[in-house]
């Protein structure tokens, strides 16, 4: 006669629980890695729209200097903002603002195009922006 053991019940268990468990662990993981790259875009376009404004402010600069500013403190990160335009709240232009009149760059990229993770559930109609404004130093 077989003695059976309470080992041998519940030998299938721990798969069982690992099928149940699986799919909110991966969801889990993959919401917090999506998380991440939310976060690390959005510092990535502060930091490159307060290049951009640093530029932008300075005596004799151009939209192409600005535009390279931005290009470059994003380069190897995999975001394009695309073409780069100073603003000025007054009635002047950017270029022709005189000091102290506040001049405003801003960045945005739609969530989807810089995702690491190519699946639509996560942010997926975010758009990340970010805008930095400074004081002109122009004469």
């Not at 005596?59 to 394009?80: E, K, P, R, W, Y």
């Not at 690491?116 to 996560?122: P, Q």
């Amino acid at each position: 006669m077989r003695i059976r053991s309470r080992h041998n019940e519940r030998r299938g268990a721990s798969a069982v629980e690992m099928a149940l468990i699986a799919p909110v662990l991966i969801t889990l993981l993959l919401g917090m890695i999506e998380a991440a790259r939310l976060g690390m875009v959005a510092q990535l376009l502060t930091t490159a729209a307060r290049e951009g404004c640093r530029v932008a402010v300075l005596d004799g600069m151009t939209q192409a200097d600005v535009q390279q500013h931005v290009d470059d403190v994003l380069a190897g990160s995999g975001i394009s903002v695309g073409t780069v335009t100073p603003t000025c709240s007054s009635s002047y232009t950017w270029t022709s603002a005189p000091a102290g009149t506040p001049i405003t760059v801003s960045l945005s990229v739609p969530y989807s195009q810089v995702s690491w993770l190519k699946i639509s559930t996560f942010f997926s109609n975010a758009t990340v922006s970010s805008s930095a404004t400074m004081s002109s130093e122009k004469p």
